[in-house]
């Protein structure tokens, strides 16, 4: 059923929305470890998204992408870096790092454009490199005043911006694509999952049923925002999708001062103005080039 731009981007802003207040529920396992989580986080979202692929009738089609012998290891290679991408996010969340999060997602643009040019050859405008230069320096401000690298945030960037580089390389609808790379990723989370509970270091059902509870609905939480940004990402141009991705990171920051009393510095005040100069003039820099 086709759908108008408004509803596209009432998609779209719902799917950030949920992205967005992602640190709130990762939160809630602080004292879980981050393994754990990631592996339900993997065996769920296999689970429900099977079953959404399978209502939309499509469940044949989305299996024959880990039959494909060339695309398979393009699957493989994004589903390690989207278990990457997770673990990072579940980490940060569960560890006070929120903000750290929160900038990795405001990078990742700035990140991708950069890896282009590197590994694909491509050429960014003068506009775009001073984007990436300001945002290095806003990073450099950061390791200077802090004394240490901010890790997490070029893990999350790094890992999301390699993640969308590879997937170019076998596209697929983002559903089918999240059941090939769960599907990869189950036999690993399932072995994890069975090693804690036999060694007695699991949480799963030695804790509470909230906390389960919690866990199974990873699935869930996974899958739905990437259902309506599929819908949306039909109907809205890319300019429209990335300046309303924001929304995420935007959320994050505001969560992690504003509700976890996370610590931001001067040195954070600097660097994000650094960071938010560079969004502002790769963003207008697409806002021109878009059509219409």
């Known amino acids: 059923m086709s759908i108008t731009h408004r509803q596209a981007g009432l998609y779209a802003t719902a799917a950030n929305l949920i992205w967005g207040f992602f640190p709130v529920y990762f939160h809630q396992f602080t004292g879980v470890s981050a393994l754990e989580v990631l592996a339900h986080r993997a065996l769920w979202s296999l689970l429900f998204v099977a079953l959404a692929v399978a209502l939309m009738g499509k469940l044949a089609d989305g299996l024959a992408l880990v039959k494909d012998v060339k695309r398979l290891r393009w699957f493989l290679a994004s589903g390690l870096l989207i278990a990457v991408n997770w673990g990072g996010f579940i980490w940060a969340a569960t560890n006070g790092q929120i903000l750290q999060s929160g900038l990795g997602y405001y990078i990742f643009p700035l990140v991708s454009v950069a890896l282009g040019a590197v590994l694909l050859k491509e050429r960014p405008s003068a506009r775009q490199w001073l984007a990436i230069g300001l945002a290095a320096i806003g990073v ?79 699935g869930v939480l996974t899958a739905i925002p990437l259902m309506l940004f599929a819908k949306a990402a039909r109907k809205l141009t890319l300019t429209t999708l990335g300046l309303l991705f924001y929304v995420n990171p935007t959320l994050q920051f505001l969560i992690a001062v504003f509700l976890y009393d996370e610590l931001f510095t001067k040195a954070h005040g600097l660097a994000f103005v650094f960071i938010w100069t560079a969004l502002a003039i790769y963003s207008w820099g697409a806002w021109k080039k878009s059509p219409g």
């Open 140 to 218: 450099g401000v950061l390791i200077l005043a802090l004394g240490q690298v901010p890790w997490i945030s070029l893990v999350l960037a790094l890992s999301f911006a390699l993640y969308g580089l590879v997937r170019k390389q076998a596209p697929a609808e983002s559903l089918l694509g999240l059941l090939a790379e769960t599907l990869l990723l189950a036999p690993l989370a399932l072995g994890y999952i069975l090693w804690l509970q036999i060694s007695g270091q699991a949480a799963f059902l030695h804790r509470s049923l909230g906390l389960d509870a919690l866990l199974l609905l990873g």
